[in-house]
């Protein structure tokens, strides 16, 4: 076994010392907000709240699953991120498998033109005329439509059907299989990687789907979670009855509330990655790579 270098020794060293600094600089402001969140109002008015909580209490998660707008906005988000993730992967998947076939003999003018959106996004005001021209504004449809294939996440994906070796779909379709069943039970069992990893991305998209909303959404029934998040951190748009609810003693400070809001938004995206992160990594990697 060869003998590290004394070089080497400091370099891991000085790696694993910053990385830890790192992850800890990340982790710390996360166990404030859960701590804020689990507190009493007293201790959060005094500042007593650090990174753990000061007289622990669940009343403010009791307040978000109590409160309907709160209640209605989660629903908003959850149907955005799963109906908007499978619009995105059926439209992304068949876009980029008829793109990665060498036999599409006008794949290179599409791919160029897929190319010009990623470098040049389309600016606010001709996205706001062509989405008020579709009947799309103050619609769930708005939050799903505008964005329904990523040019980067198109490309990630066809760089993975590129390396699915050509014989395979040849004997397919010399048994008589078509197109889309070939991309249905071919294909896309294949892809189960790059499936999951696109996935992700798109369903982090339209969780924390916020700006869309903010520009095209008028109606308050149809917030998401985002920008109902945002009325409770910058409007203290909390509702409570200082006489007939047990939720009295929160008016003097919103900040629990707002807290455990916040906790409740980011709990379902971090218990989602594990599942999938094996699946991400190998997704990354192989998509990643051109043959």
Not at 116 to 127: D, G, K, S, Y
Request: charged share 10%; aromatic share 12%; hydrophobic share 50%.
């Amino acid at each position: 076994m060869r003998k590290k270098s004394l070089g080497s020794n400091v370099f891991n060293i000085f790696n694993i010392t910053f990385l830890g600094l790192l992850a800890l600089s990340m982790f710390l402001p996360i166990a404030n907000v859960i701590a804020k969140s689990l507190s009493d109002v007293g201790a959060l008015t005094t500042g007593k709240v650090s990174l753990l909580p000061v007289d622990f209490t669940w009343i403010n998660y009791r307040y978000v699953f109590s409160d309907i707008s709160i209640i209605r906005s989660m629903g908003v988000t959850i149907y955005i991120t799963v109906v908007g993730t499978l619009i995105n992967l059926i439209l992304t998947s068949t876009l980029a498998y008829s793109l990665s076939r060498q036999e599409y003999k006008g794949r290179k003018f599409f791919l160029i033109m897929i190319l010009i959106t990623m470098i040049f996004p389309a600016p606010l005001i001709p996205l706001f005329i062509w989405i008020s021209t579709l009947n799309l504004m103050d619609t769930l449809w708005v939050l799903m439509l505008p964005g329904a294939i990523s040019a980067f996440n198109f490309f990630v994906m066809r760089s993975f059907f590129q390396q699915i070796p050509s014989e395979l779909i040849d004997s397919a379709r010399m048994d008589g299989c078509g197109e889309l069943r070939m991309l249905w039970n071919i294909i896309l069992p294949l892809s189960k990687p790059v499936m999951a990893t696109i996935g992700l991305f798109y369903g982090i998209i339209h969780w924390n789907t916020y700006m869309h909303a903010l520009y095209f959404i008028n109606d308050p029934r149809l917030f998401p979670l985002q920008v109902k998040l945002r009325q409770l951190l910058i409007t203290d748009d909390i509702q409570v009855d200082a006489q007939n609810t047990p939720f009295s003693d929160l008016i003097g400070s919103p900040e629990g509330i707002q807290m455990a809001t916040v906790v409740v938004a980011m709990i379902p995206i971090i218990m989602v990655y594990p599942f999938l992160q094996r699946f991400f990594i190998k997704g990354m990697l192989l998509g990643s790579i051109k043959s």
